[in-house]
């Protein structure tokens, strides 16, 4: 009896001792049932945050794009209404001008006789000194003859343009766009006439007529698209434009330069203006 109760409670306890092992590992294996189901909840959720981030950085990129693209057409509608505003400006300039002939009764060009009677009394010429006098072969030519390319007794444009260019470089600016316009006016078919147009456009300028300057610019840029005088025409106006405080037409200008004419001295001088705006 004695060798029994021990016995007994050795088998006691090791079942004591076995039911809380079995105990533990029930509840290990439900923490790691638990581990394992938090696991995949953690990695479900990152799943669904990487697509939702791949969609949206989609959308982003998506609006990105479509912000370029109305970038892109706002600018050409604003290069669109900016033509049209500059047309409309031109179109006024040349009534204002117009009106402003009749109110003071026209322009009339004076003219010189080529062979002037030496014994005229000093006061008869139909000049004063400074104005621009374009020289005439023949000063009772029938004014209805159209032309000076029409009339064999007519200047011509080389010489026309000389006089006028001499002018220009003294400094005598208004008689020297008159010169220019005549060239314009007598040989509108000329060689030179791009030329002419742009001095035009650059007497205004050195007069600090700004307006009227964009207005001449903008018929060298138009009326003669192939001309070489186009980038200078358009650095010029880009300039006058900067001059009347119109900065946003003035960069589409410079931008247009160094967009259209990337080879010229005049995209150089642009881009350089564009680096000084913080535009490059």
């Known amino acids: 009896m004695k060798m029994i109760t021990p016995l007994l409670l050795i088998i006691f306890f090791s079942a004591l001792t076995f039911a809380g092992t079995k105990e533990d590992m029930e509840q290990l294996q439900r923490n790691l049932l638990e581990l394992q189901q938090q696991f995949w909840n953690l990695d479900s959720t990152l799943k669904t945050n990487n697509t939702a981030i791949q969609s949206a950085a989609k959308k982003l990129e998506d609006t990105t794009d479509q912000l370029r693209d109305n970038q892109a057409a706002l600018n050409a509608k604003l290069e669109t209404i900016l033509n049209q505003v500059q047309a409309l400006s031109e179109k006024l300039d040349e009534t204002n001008r117009r009106m402003k002939d009749l109110a003071s009764g026209g322009y009339q060009r004076p003219v010189i ?119 200078g025409a358009r650095l010029k106006k880009a300039f006058a434009l900067f001059s009347l405080g119109k900065k946003g037409q003035g960069v589409v200008e410079l931008q247009q330069i160094v967009s259209r004419y990337p080879s010229t001295k005049e995209a150089q001088i642009a881009r350089q203006r564009l680096a000084e705006l913080g535009l490059d």
Request: proline share 9%; net charge negative; charged share 20%.
């Open 113 to 231: 006789n080529p062979n002037p009677d030496m014994n005229a009394p000093a006061n008869q010429g139909t000049s004063t000194p400074g104005d621009y006098v374009p020289p005439q072969a023949n000063a009772n030519a029938n004014p209805s003859q159209g032309t000076a390319a029409n009339n064999p007794g007519a200047v011509s444009e080389q010489q026309l343009f000389q006089s006028a260019k001499a002018q220009y470089s003294q400094g005598k600016f208004e008689q020297a766009l008159r010169g220019f316009q005549d060239l314009l006016d007598q040989y509108p078919q000329s060689s030179l006439a791009d030329d002419a147009q742009y001095m035009i456009g650059e007497s205004y300028y050195n007069m600090k007529e700004y307006v009227d300057a964009v207005a001449e610019y903008d018929k060298v840029i138009k009326r003669y698209p192939d001309s070489e005088n186009v980038p």
